[in-house]
């Protein structure tokens, strides 16, 4: 008998009739004679019905309250899935995120999980029931619902998953697996049958969502496997594990594209100690996420430092890099929001020295001019004008023959 | 500085504007220096949408899970209210049952309350916050989520006023108190500035709902005034306390009436012991409840025996009497469901014998026939025909001048 941990998202029970299908899929999975723990989001547009029901009241609305209204919805979720379980034949039962014992810490809206008491859950399927777990919740030492943030139904199931020493952890969802380049671009993209927690990681944007990365993180700490499969169809998914695991070493696994993308630069900044760190504590104390930053000896005594930060938080950024200016004394500053990052991500990258040069070239032959480069031990990323990304995505998918099977 | 316990229904909380009229009347007993405790009910129809959605997965559906998905009603409408509180200033924190220390038995969808453990909410109110709990739910001894079944927040409110020694507790609800008759049918209906806690466990029925039988029973077990008044406007309600503390005795202090009646008779019922015994254990092992009850001895060893009995019950208890008819060898059964009950109601009845009498003879004055009599230490009930019931509930509050002030 196995033990298998099965996350459903909020498209798989958005409505009475979907729910009715993840309880046949359950159902299955307990006929086969496996133990089974559920974790399921809230139906569908639930949450953001009531965010957008609690924002009718007012703005910087307290945490501790919005967690309190939010986690009904995976109550709701949880307990309809056990009802329509139940009424198919199969006992089950629904936990909340305290029943469950998920205990995170205090820090309301984006709790992060600090331990699991897993007695309940063990109890319930030892008594033969499908266990329902309310996802995206938890209780802090001081006894409030916590939320987990953005993806913790993922990290809560592949937290259950290493606590329980799960067989399988399943995150079901509306995408088949991950791909080697968005689909969408690339009508050769193929899905990976496995792919390394780091390079999941680095390729959070292939597949937009496939599994969170607080998620993928948990998974690498704990050695969990983790599937992602579609909720949709039976067709095998694509397995997130460890590079000893893999089955073949590939130099690149992946062509990732971000276009929610600026890039910032700055002119002639002194070459000081403490400079660099006095522009990027003013940018963090705003809450910008600084991704790419390159910096350039120009000229004697001064630099030009340019980085890249999300494009929706570009105007707030803007205002803040112009007082940056002032600060210390640079010349001026240039920006562009039409660019986007490409990236080629494969951990096998290490002991193939030439994927940077192959990549270079490859953008070089379709004219397509680099603007910054910046790399990992896993990823080489390059920014590009935005209206070229479609064809760099293509192009580095075809040079590295990712269409072709393992 | 008083201690207020303040019950708000679900058409109180129906709409988030609603919710802010609520918040206002609590942020105004606040302001005027009290600690206030609010119990809230889900919004509007929240919990006849959610049973309906239930309703759609199946029948005989589990109470257990029922009690988890319904419980998410309160506990949004709660949230809603501390959230709207905060935004106006007033500093407020939202329990669930549990959280409140609310503890049940294990009967799911009808628990009762056991006991409280307040200490939460006495350190909420130390902190200076209005505090909002989620009515209608407990915790039972296993840890699960309890509904407390019909009426429950206002029996939380009143368990929670008994406890804390509040000094009011108040239920506001959509009518303004307790009337002398129903002002739909009599015109000159007046509202009552106090009752006995007696009298409104007979008075159900007037001003329908006003107090659940439960919180009323709860309230006399614990010397709890409450008070009944409407959520709409600033009115004074009616208060519901012990005799002892009336400002004057009655003899009678309304005329209640109940159209969901049905009557069955048994005709020539063997006189012999144990023969009622048969007859009404039958119907209660059908989970029917028995109303009034009379026997008449007609002829040697043969009785004839009626009662009534909910009129929504009647072709459930129509089959079932059929059997019972066979059983006890009675010659034949009638029934009537173009009945209904009229009742007056008072504290003050005992010490006035001539209440009966009277009640008779007004009724008798209108030509207003009467089926049965039952009567008990502070009610008298006749059941008469349905169609004559608006004239006998006006005639009655005539007799007994009910129109004109204490």
Same mark, same amino acid.
């Given at each position: ?271 000081? /100690? +403490? #400079? =660099?760190?006095?522009? &990027?504590?003013? $940018?963090?104390?705003?809450? %910008? !996420?600084?991704? *790419?930053?390159?910096? @350039? ?55 193939? /020295? +030439? #994927? =940077?040069?192959?990549? &270079?070239?490859? $953008?070089?032959?379709?004219? %397509? !001019?680099?603007? *910054?480069?910046?790399? @990992? ?30």
């Amino acid at each position: 008998m196995s033990l298998l941990v099965a996350k459903f998202g909020g498209s798989s029970v958005a409505s009475l009739e979907k729910i009715h299908n993840v309880a046949d899929r359950i159902a299955e999975m307990k006929g086969q004679g496996n133990d089974v723990v559920v974790v399921v989001s809230a139906m569908g547009d639930m949450t953001d019905d009531l965010l957008e029901l609690a924002g009718n009241i007012g703005k910087n609305l307290d945490n501790r309250e919005m967690d309190m209204l939010l986690a009904t919805g995976e109550q709701q979720s949880a307990s309809l899935l056990a009802l329509t379980l139940a009424a198919g034949g199969c006992p089950a039962v629904s936990l909340t995120g305290w029943q469950a014992g998920v205990k995170s810490d205090g820090q309301h809206s984006k709790a992060r999980i600090i331990g699991l008491d897993t007695a309940r859950i063990r109890d319930e399927l030892d008594k033969g029931k499908a266990v329902i777990i309310a996802g995206f919740q938890g209780i802090s030492p001081a006894g409030e619902i916590t939320t987990l943030g953005r993806g913790g139904s993922d990290t809560t199931a592949v937290a259950l998953a290493a606590d329980l020493q799960a067989d399988r952890c399943m995150i079901f969802t509306d995408v088949d697996g991950v791909y080697t380049a968005d689909p969408r671009i690339v009508k050769e993209a193929r899905q990976l049958s496995s792919i390394t927690y780091e390079e999941m990681l680095e390729m959070a944007s292939l597949g937009a969502g496939v599994l969170q990365p607080r998620a993928a993180e948990f998974a690498m700490l704990y050695g969990v496997d983790v599937e992602v499969r579609s909720s949709f169809n039976n067709n095998p998914g694509t397995i997130i594990t460890e590079v000893a695991k893999m089955e073949r070493q590939r130099s690149v696994s992946g062509v990732a594209h971000d276009c929610n993308v600026a890039r910032i630069a700055l002119f002639d900044v002194p070459d000081q /100690p +403490g #400079v =660099a760190s006095i522009i &990027f504590k003013i $940018l963090a104390d705003n809450h %910008i !996420n600084v991704d *790419m930053v390159i910096q @350039s000896a120009m000229r004697d005594d001064r630099n030009d430092i340019a980085f890249t930060i999300e494009r929706n938080e570009f105007q707030k950024a803007r205002a803040v890099v112009n007082e940056i200016v002032m600060k210390i004394g640079a010349s001026g500053m240039s920006y562009s929001v039409d660019v986007a990052k490409v990236s080629v991500v494969g951990a096998g990258m290490q002991s193939n /020295p +030439g #994927v =940077a040069a192959t990549m &270079f070239d490859a $953008l070089a032959r379709k004219d %397509i !001019n680099i603007h *910054m480069i910046s790399t @990992s031990e896993i990823k080489i990323s390059c920014i590009i004008d935005e209206d070229e990304i479609e064809a760099a995505v293509q192009v580095l998918h075809d040079r590295f023959h990712l269409g072709e099977t393992d």
